[in-house]
């Protein structure tokens, strides 16, 4: 069974830093393009950050540009979302996500991605 399972959300004051991780089982992700979306209450689930397989090349939201960084890991935990200068409206719940399928015309919509963690709830304090 093919599972991704986020953590190290939670708690955190503005300015302050938190780091998602992805752990993988049933699957290797090494050819995967991985990426992590967010959904706050209300809205829909947008893109943050994914990277690519075959270069590692990195794309990230205008929203997260400059503050987050998605890295590629092990097999066990194929990725992780460094988070810093977190603001409010960070506020979330974040999902790690992998296909084999994503091209630079379909990185950014999740519709595309065909496994799911369950998701990591980040809340940011103002």
């Known amino acids: 069974q093919v599972q991704l399972v986020e953590s190290g959300g939670g708690l955190v004051q503005a300015g302050g830093s938190l780091r998602l991780s992805c752990a993988a089982s049933?699957?290797?992700?090494?050819?995967?393009?991985m990426g992590w979306f967010r959904q706050a209450p209300g809205k829909e689930r947008e893109f943050v950050a994914a990277?690519?397989?075959?270069?590692?090349?990195?794309y990230y939201a205008d929203s997260v540009t400059g503050r987050f960084t998605i890295c590629r890991d092990n097999a066990k935990n194929p990725v992780y979302l460094q988070m810093n200068s977190l603001k409010p409206e960070d506020t979330a719940v974040y999902y790690c996500?992998?296909?084999?399928?994503?091209?630079?015309?379909?990185?950014?919509?999740?519709?595309?991605?065909?496994?799911w963690g369950q998701g990591t709830q980040v809340t940011v304090s103002s």
């Open positions: 996500a992998a296909d084999n399928g994503i091209t630079l015309a379909t990185m950014r919509d999740h519709h595309e991605y065909d496994y």
């Open positions: 049933g699957r290797t992700f090494s050819s995967y393009t």
């Open positions: 990277t690519s397989w075959y270069a590692g090349n990195t």
